[in-house]
């Protein structure tokens, strides 16, 4: 965000101007393995929020799926796996928001 030509408002440009990243990236991908296994790797990049001050982060999931039977699969996935924690944004108190690594697991049924 950057405020238009002739716009005069300082409040309002400290405050907005700098609070979303210029460059965000995302790749993923899913990999089909060999015995109902399926891998899904993401990496994410996000360029800093100087008005929040909050630096640049990457991190990356991984979500591996063992398809079971037909309408039965469980997973294990790794959330924010390259760093213990990172800021994002900033919360009412304008206090920095951190998203921790976490791990967890789930069984889906589908009928």
């Not at 400290?14 to 015995?35: C, F, K, N, W």
């Amino acid at each position: 965000m950057h405020s238009k030509p002739g716009f005069n408002q300082p409040a309002y440009a400290s405050i907005y101007e700098g609070s979303s990243p210029d460059h965000q990236a995302s790749v993923q991908a899913v990999l089909t393995l060999r015995h109902r296994f399926e891998v899904i790797p993401d990496y994410r990049f996000v360029s800093s929020l100087p008005a929040l001050h909050i630096p640049l982060y990457n991190t990356a999931d991984l979500n591996v799926i063992y398809h079971y039977k037909e309408h039965l699969a469980l997973s294990a996935t790794g959330r924010n796996l390259l760093q213990p924690h990172h800021q994002e944004f900033t919360g009412n108190n304008a206090n920095a928001v951190g998203i921790r690594r976490s791990y967890f697991g789930s069984v889906n049924w589908t009928w």
